[in-house]
């Protein structure tokens, strides 16, 4: 670091941002009796999924994983007194999720069509903006101005200029685009039981609200 003296300024950037792009989220999970089993019945699962929603302009690619897993579940008894756990097979969790521009029509016949899949699978949405990267460089332009207004303010209160900058440093935080007006994963026999209604659900999700800081350090003459 140079000798001069030094001014160091942390600005904030904040962001409204009106969500453009619906997420259905999508948990599949089921014990079976083998590890083998489960995989089969994930794939199989999967690709009723894929099939129920083709007739809707998604490609088969269009459902991402999001997690998979299979694990060996066991359950607790007694047996004279004595706790004892014994195996009872191998459950997979797949976590899965298809995007679109948001649309409630579409939304509302894609919720009926999972529904009606013949798969249980636990059901719930999200909503995002499509170019997070651009986003977050308004964010991070946001929060640079912000620092530069606010170092302007403190040379002049000071008595002193503002020289080069020195260095500049942001928080590289993980910044969640997402508007979440459920509260809860829904299961496929309530999603059934909504697409009994004769119209489309009308969900308006709020602005999403994003902030990140910079720290920018410069010379002062």
Known sequence: ????????????????????????????????PDYGGALRRSAEDTDRLKSALEPFGFAREDLKTVNFHVD?????????????QRF???????????????????????????????????????????????AKNALLSKAVTDAAEKASVLARAAGVELGEIETIDYSRAQIDFVARPMNRMMKAEEMDMAAGAMYAPDIQPDDISVEDTVTVTWRIE
Not at 72 to 84: M, N, R
Request: aromatic residues 8%; contains cysteine.
């Open 88 to 134: 009872v097979g191998y459950r997979f969790q797949h976590a899965l999720r298809v995007s679109f521009p948001s649309d409630n029509d579409r939304l509302d016949k894609v919720l009926r069509a999972l529904a009606g899949s013949g798969v249980s699978p636990e059901i719930g949405l999200s909503y995002t903006v499509k170019d997070t990267e651009a």
């Open 72 to 84: 060996a579940e066991y359950e607790g008894y007694q047996e004279e007194g004595v706790y004892k």
């Open 1 to 32: 670091m140079s000798e001069h003296r030094m001014i160091r300024v942390t600005g904030k950037g904040l962001l409204r941002l009106r969500p453009d792009t619906t997420q259905i989220g999508i948990n599949l999970s089921d014990l079976c």
